[in-house]
């Protein structure tokens, strides 16, 4: 029993966070050489009647070091770079 009730915290580990109201959290994800940075400041500068969180991630899936740190995503783009046809 016991290992079961593990097993089911662990699934349900994820869904803990609880989120922050008027706070929207973005995962911007790309390589090297894609405008990540770019895009994230121009979205900061937007005016919002919400907080913007924004991380930024080269691949995916995310490291489990800082999941437990990491807020919760409430969405997640994606920036391709379409020039280079080898990416």
């Known amino acids: 029993m016991s290992?079961?009730?593990?097993e089911?915290?662990?699934?349900?580990?994820p869904l803990q966070k609880i989120p922050q109201p008027q706070t929207a959290t973005i995962l911007i994800v790309g390589a090297d050489g894609t405008p990540k940075k770019e895009?994230?400041?121009s979205m900061l500068n937007t005016i919002a009647s919400y907080k913007l969180q924004i991380r930024l991630a080269k691949y995916l899936p995310l490291?489990?070091?800082?999941d437990d740190q990491r807020p919760n995503l409430d969405f997640i783009v994606f920036?391709?770079?379409?020039?280079?046809?080898?990416?």
């Open 63 to 66: 490291p489990i070091a800082n």
């Open 79 to 87: 920036l391709l770079e379409m020039n280079n046809a080898q990416r």
């Open 39 to 41: 895009f994230a400041e």
């Open 3 to 6: 290992a079961e009730l593990n």
């Open 8 to 13: 089911l915290a662990d699934v349900l580990r």
